[in-house]
């Protein structure tokens, strides 16, 4: 999972990103087994400078098919009411675009094949919900840190912000639909995807289809279901009510670390 040459794919995409276009010799540099040896001693000296330059790279736990819960609870929302996404479910997603913009060079406008004929990773790993419970599930998915690779990061960009076709609180602002931030890092860590398929099926609608995030090192929460528009953002302060998330704006963590 982290051979040599993915790993240096995921180092290279990471420059690029962070760093901007003005990195190609630097990207030369990171093909040499001496300077990924450098940057691995690095990590021991200044994880946190690693951290931003390859995303921090330890992989959440991965089991076998074995362990796949035959029960996996839906939680949240099971079924987006609007009429906008019911219509999207009717048609199979054929005309449902993933809209990516914000701080980056290349805006794009994604169907469901052009996600699933990206760079895709799947795994097998446990989701945890902050109210107690976990499942195990299989997910497979298009590398977010590819396709923002392809968006190519404006150099100001910290965080992407995962809007949601469901509201769970109806307000008056708007500040009920549901919305994630997550940081730069771990938009780029290998296991991090559009997951588009769960247990080697589409991804179901109460589980969050067409495409829901998988972050495996944090909360069930963190992980948006039926993405609609990512968002590239320097601050999250004035989404929503300005706390990264949803969930954040009614006092749970931003990091969700697990
Ligand atoms: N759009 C959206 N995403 C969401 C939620 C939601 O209600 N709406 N619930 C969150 C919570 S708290 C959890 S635990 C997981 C649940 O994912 P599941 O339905 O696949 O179990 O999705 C997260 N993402
Ligand atoms: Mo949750």
């Not at 040599?4 to 995409?13: N, Q, T």
């Not at 939680?75 to 009717?90: E, I």
């Amino acid at each position: 999972m982290t051979s040599g040459p993915d790993r240096r794919f995921w180092l290279r995409a990471g420059l690029t990103a962070i760093l901007g276009a003005g990195v190609a010799a630097c990207d030369k540099l990171t093909q040499s087994p001496q300077v990924n040896q450098v940057l691995d001693g690095a990590q021991t000296w200044n994880r946190r400078l690693h951290g931003l330059l390859v995303g921090s790279r330890a992989l959440a736990r991965e089991y076998e098919a074995s362990a796949i819960s035959v029960d996996f609870r839906a939680n949240g929302t099971t079924s987006p009411d609007s009429d906008d996404y019911q219509k999207h479910v009717a048609s199979g997603f054929a005309d449902w675009r993933l809209q990516i913009g914000g701080l980056v060079e290349r805006p794009l406008s994604l169907s469901l094949s052009d996600l699933k004929a990206a760079p895709s990773r799947s795994q097998i790993t446990r989701h945890d919900c902050v109210e107690g419970w976990s499942a195990i599930a299989q997910w497979k998915g298009a590398r977010l840190g590819a396709i923002l690779e392809r968006a190519g990061l404006k150099p100001q960009a910290r965080y992407l912000a995962f809007f949601c076709a469901d509201t769970l609180e109806m307000t008056l602002d708007g500040t009920g639909d549901y919305y994630e931030t997550i940081g730069v890092e771990d938009a780029f860590h290998p296991q991090t995807l559009l997951a588009y398929e769960m247990n080697h099926q589409p991804l179901p609608v109460a589980h969050g289809a067409p495409i829901r995030l998988r972050l495996e090192r944090q909360l069930g929460y963190k992980m948006a279901k039926y993405v609609m528009r990512i968002e590239a953002v320097e601050s999250f302060a004035n989404l929503g009510r300005g706390k990264g998330g949803y969930w954040e704006d009614r006092g749970y963590q931003w990091y969700a670390g697990i």
